[in-house]
Each structure stands twice: as C-alpha cells, then as structure tokens.
C-alpha cells in the first residue's frame, strides 16, 4: 500500500478574467496533516473545489491512492473517500445533532450508521464541545457547529479530509483539545488531512508540513520543523509583517461617545451596560456561548425583544429596528457576513450601497448604478478590495475581499458608532494587518468602536479597553497591562486572581 493518499499535478483553473490556479503540484501522505496556506484569493478554495468535485481543472490530475480522476462530480469526491469540511458548515438548523450527521446517507447507510454516530459524538466531547444528538443545530454556538462539522467529516470511513478553517470562533483552549483529537484522529486511522487557515500558531502545532499558494501557483513548500512563522508569512504576502500595534490609543480625557444601558434581548435576559469614549476600542472578550455577539445584536436591535437605553453624544436614541440604528449612526459588521452582511448574487457596488447612503441613490425609489459604482470603486481603492472590480457578484470575491465589501458600506454612511463581531474571521494575515489598520483609523477620527473577538490576541492588540463576558453579563474590565492572555482567559472561566 502506497504512502501516496493525494497527488495534484499540474492542476490549472480559470474564470472569466482570472486565473485561480496555474500549474498546481504536490502531494499529500498518509497520516499527514499538510497546510494548504496563501492569502485570500491565492487560490486555496478553487483547489478544495476540484478536490471536492463541485469544479472541473481546465488541465492537470487528481490521483487519489495511485487511481486518477477522470469524473469531477461531489459524488465522485466522496467514493473516493473525500470529504471537504467548508468555512462555512453545511447544516440544516432546523434539524437535530444526529440528523445532520445523518445528512447525504441513504436507508441502509442511516441503519449502520449508530456506530459511526456514537464516533462523531464521541470525537465532539473530546474537543470539549459535548452535545445530546436530539439538540437542534440552531440553538448551538458557531464553536459547536463547527466541532460538530470537523467530527462528521471523520466519521464514516473518510481517507482525505480538508478543513477549511475549522477553528473559527473558538478560543485558545477549545482550539488545543480540536486539534490535539485531530492530530490523534490522522495518527489512529491514517488519514490524510488538507488543514487550511490563517492562524499561524495552529498551522505550526497541527502541520507536518506546509505548501503556500501565491497568485495561484506554488511558491514554497516545506516540512513544518524546518521553516518558522516569518517565513511562512513572508512566502504568502511577498513582505514581512510585523506585530501590529495601534497607532492611535484613546486620549484618557476623551469625552464618552456612546453610552448602552440596561440592554437585554430574549436570549440574552441579563442587562449590561457599556460607555465608549471618542476614539476608543473597547474590545469585549469571553468563552463561546458567553452572550457577546446577543449583545452587540441586541444594541443595534437586530432580534425582536431587544431593550436597553442608547445615547451618542449624550442625546437618547429611540430605537426599535435595525434601520432605526443605521440611521441613528451605529454600524454592525457581523460575524457570519455571507447570511447577514451580504447579498452575495449582488455585485460589490450594490453591496456597498446597501446601508443607504442618499447621494447613491436615485430620485424617489430609483438607484443611479453609475454613482454606486464609482463610490464603489473609490471605496474599494481605499481599502485594496481585490479583485478591483466592483461589478462583480459579492460571492466571486475571497472571504477578506467579502468583509472589505461589508465595512465599505458603511464608510459612505456618516456612521459614528462600529460595531465589530469577529473582524477577521477567515481573513489572511496580510487582510488582518489592514482591517487592524482600518478599525485604528477609525477611533483616530473621533468613532467609538466596539469588537468582539474569540481571538485573545486580536483584542489584546486593538483594545485600549477589555471588558470580559461571561455567562451573558458583562463582569470585569481590564486596562494597562492587565489586558493581557492570563487575565483575560482568567476572568472569562471566572477564576479569581491568585487562585490555581
């Protein structure tokens, strides 16, 4: 039996105008974790598509254990024992734990598939996300519906797997026990697995070995023990990045801006109260399920129920609809942008014209594409949106690209208050470094800016203020040097400072 799982040869793939991939080789072993890394729009998601049979390479090879592929359909993918586990889980929320593992299988497969079943649940525990099969997906965390996803993915009889930045929303603790079950998983069954993301400190303790792809082409390869972060980082992005640091940290005596309190919601029935001053980031921090993005949902009153005083400026808001706090001059950049930031069969301009700034609109019920488009492109150069074009459809863009297009619309609004729930989920490292930059200009202009983050140095970076969520109220504040890892990890679990 070869060792040889995957080999890509010379794989090639365009769309109308771009080139995804050009000459695409390398391969992937048994019982190897190999990262697939590269900036948004390097190539990465073009390649899983061949891999998972939803894209045909224009030319090149699949060859799965020495048997080339010569049909590219999902089906084909799967009798071939590959499994794509997307950014984005495939689920039907309506439905329960063990009937989404259950999804795609036939009778006779749903009648042997107890023990595969017992498997995932088994595997999900272990990454420290235990769920009942009768739970519904939609009253889990995105942390769980992604552990639950990464777990199906290995459930029945898979040889390659792909995981495409399967960590999102998890915080450092929850990321170690997912990829310690994952790396044990590679070892007990030899599986091989395509690990994608942008979190640098899981590639190098999950990998064997690393291929970046850069403008569609392999541009370095490397056992993971024989490179470093640095070099890495600079294969992707063409440059070194250093650590970001803020450029802008408030003025200590700045005026306060906004002001929430009392703010509850039907899910989140514990009142918290919030002040931002000009100028500030106020990182909001906490453990999946805490409360923080029910909170942020629940100011701009995006769910029916919300309650809570809102003051800019000292003046009192009347709200009761999020387009009453789109007016009022609040922002919120979601995190799950593609269902709730975007309408992805628009174009980039439409999507940026979409919080309703007048001067892009025509008379009475008209639009002026013309004036949309040529905000939009202005915008998009500010922000070095790629691919330049904004006509093309929002879902043609990478998922960096995708959330440059959600903060755009909100630039031409006059907004004063932004609201960040997870800035850089399934962003690059290169696109990270330029919405940190982004956000920092932001509070230098006088705006309050509130982010909330599963990502601790994220918010230890960006924040002049940390305020610490648990169990859906708001519990400690850090500033100075106490917004730091320990602390904020400390006081997210509830431990007391100067316990063990």
């Given at each position: 039996?070869?060792?040889?799982l995957l080999e890509i040869?010379?794989?090639?793939?365009?769309?109308?105008?771009?080139?995804a991939?050009?000459?695409?080789?390398?391969?992937?072993d048994?019982g190897?974790?190999?990262?697939?890394?590269?900036e948004n729009g390097?190539g990465k998601?073009t390649?899983?598509?061949?891999l998972g049979?939803?894209?045909?390479?224009?030319?090149?090879?699949v060859?799965?254990?020495?048997?080339?592929?010569?049909?590219?359909?999902?089906r084909?993918?799967?009798?071939?024992?590959v499994v794509?586990?997307h950014?984005?889980p495939?689920i039907?929320?309506?439905l329960?734990v063990?009937?989404?593992l259950?999804l795609?299988?036939?009778a006779?497969e749903?009648r042997?598939?107890?023990?595969a079943?017992?498997?995932?649940?088994?595997?999900?525990?272990s990454?420290?996300f235990p769920?009942?099969?009768?739970?519904?997906l939609?009253?889990l965390?995105?942390?769980?519906?992604h552990?639950?996803?990464?777990?199906?993915?290995?459930a029945?009889g898979?040889?390659?797997?792909a995981?495409?930045e399967?960590?999102?929303?998890?915080?450092?603790?929850?990321?170690?026990?997912?990829?310690?079950r994952?790396r044990?998983?590679?070892?007990?069954?030899?599986v091989?697995?395509i690990f994608?993301?942008?979190?640098?400190?899981e590639?190098?303790?999950?990998s064997d070995?690393?291929?970046v792809?850069?403008?569609?082409?392999?541009?370095?390869?490397?056992?993971?023990s024989e490179?470093t972060?640095?070099?890495i980082?600079?294969?992707?992005?063409?440059r070194?990045?250093l650590?970001?640091?803020?450029q802008?940290?408030v003025?200590?005596k700045?005026?306060?801006?906004?002001?929430?309190?009392?703010?509850t919601?039907?899910?989140?029935p514990?009142p918290?109260s919030?002040?931002v001053?000009?100028?500030e980031?106020?990182?909001?921090?906490g453990l999946?399920g805490?409360?923080?993005?029910?909170?942020?949902?629940?100011?701009?009153?995006?769910d029916?129920g919300a309650?809570?005083?809102?003051a800019?400026?000292g003046?009192?808001?009347r709200l009761?609809?999020?387009?009453d706090?789109?007016?009022?001059?609040?922002a919120?950049?979601?995190?799950?942008?593609?269902?709730?930031?975007?309408?992805?069969?628009?174009?980039?301009?439409?999507?940026?014209?979409?919080?309703?700034?007048?001067?892009?609109?025509?008379?009475?019920?008209?639009?002026?594409p013309?004036k949309?488009a040529a905000?939009?492109r202005?915008?998009?150069?500010?922000?070095?949106?790629k691919p330049?074009?904004?006509?093309l459809?929002?879902?043609q863009y990478?998922?960096?690209n995708?959330?440059k297009i959600v903060?755009?619309k909100w630039?031409?609004r006059?907004s004063r208050?932004?609201?960040?729930?997870?800035p850089t989920?399934?962003v690059?490292v290169?696109g990270?470094?330029?919405?940190?930059g982004?956000?920092?200009?932001l509070?230098a202009?006088?705006?309050s800016v509130?982010?909330?983050?599963?990502?601790?140095p994220?918010?230890?970076?960006?924040?002049?203020?940390?305020?610490?969520m648990?169990?859906?109220r708001l519990?400690?504040?850090h500033?100075?040097d106490?917004?730091n890892?320990q602390s904020?990890?400390?006081?997210a679990?509830?431990?007391t400072?100067g316990?063990?």
């Amino acid at each position: 039996m070869t060792d040889t799982l995957l080999e890509i040869r010379n794989v090639a793939k365009s769309f109308p105008g771009v080139r995804a991939l050009d000459d695409v080789s390398f391969h992937l072993d048994r019982g190897e974790v190999l990262t697939l890394a590269g900036e948004n729009g390097a190539g990465k998601s073009t390649l899983l598509g061949i891999l998972g049979g939803s894209l045909t390479p224009d030319h090149g090879s699949v060859t799965v254990e020495g048997a080339r592929r010569g049909e590219y359909t999902p089906r084909r993918a799967l009798a071939d024992g590959v499994v794509i586990a997307h950014q984005e889980p495939a689920i039907v929320p309506q439905l329960t734990v063990e009937q989404n593992l259950l999804l795609g299988k036939n009778a006779t497969e749903r009648r042997h598939a107890a023990a595969a079943v017992k498997g995932a649940l088994d595997d999900v525990a272990s990454m420290g996300f235990p769920l009942k099969p009768t739970a519904r997906l939609q009253d889990l965390s995105p942390a769980q519906r992604h552990a639950l996803t990464i777990a199906k993915a290995f459930a029945f009889g898979a040889k390659i797997v792909a995981l495409d930045e399967p960590t999102t929303s998890m915080l450092e603790h929850n990321v170690e026990a997912v990829l310690t079950r994952v790396r044990q998983i590679v070892n007990e069954r030899g599986v091989g697995v395509i690990f994608v993301s942008h979190k640098m400190p899981e590639v190098m303790s999950v990998s064997d070995r690393v291929v970046v792809l850069r403008d569609g082409r392999v541009g370095f390869e490397k056992r993971i023990s024989e490179t470093t972060v640095e070099e890495i980082v600079r294969n992707m992005v063409g440059r070194e990045l250093l650590s970001f640091r803020r450029q802008h940290p408030v003025d200590p005596k700045a005026p306060v801006l906004f002001e929430a309190t009392d703010v509850t919601s039907p899910s989140s029935p514990q009142p918290n109260s919030l002040q931002v001053r000009r100028g500030e980031v106020l990182g909001i921090a906490g453990l999946v399920g805490s409360g923080r993005t029910e909170l942020l949902r629940a100011i701009v009153r995006a769910d029916s129920g919300a309650a809570g005083h809102l003051a800019i400026d000292g003046k009192r808001l009347r709200l009761r609809t999020p387009n009453d706090s789109r007016d009022a001059g609040i922002a919120f950049i979601p995190e799950d942008r593609k269902q709730q930031g975007l309408a992805l069969q628009m174009p980039a301009y439409a999507n940026i014209a979409l919080a309703g700034a007048k001067e892009l609109n025509g008379p009475g019920p008209f639009i002026n594409p013309r004036k949309q488009a040529a905000a939009a492109r202005e915008l998009g150069a500010s922000l070095a949106l790629k691919p330049a074009d904004v006509r093309l459809l929002a879902r043609q863009y990478s998922g960096g690209n995708q959330q440059k297009i959600v903060i755009a619309k909100w630039l031409r609004r006059g907004s004063r208050v932004f609201l960040f729930d997870e800035p850089t989920k399934g962003v690059d490292v290169g696109g990270r470094a330029e919405i940190y930059g982004l956000i920092d200009e932001l509070a230098a202009a006088g705006n309050s800016v509130i982010v909330v983050s599963s990502d601790l140095p994220e918010i230890i970076s960006l924040s002049d203020r940390v305020l610490v969520m648990r169990a859906g109220r708001l519990t400690t504040e850090h500033v100075g040097d106490d917004i730091n890892e320990q602390s904020l990890v400390a006081s997210a679990m509830g431990i007391t400072k100067g316990t063990s």
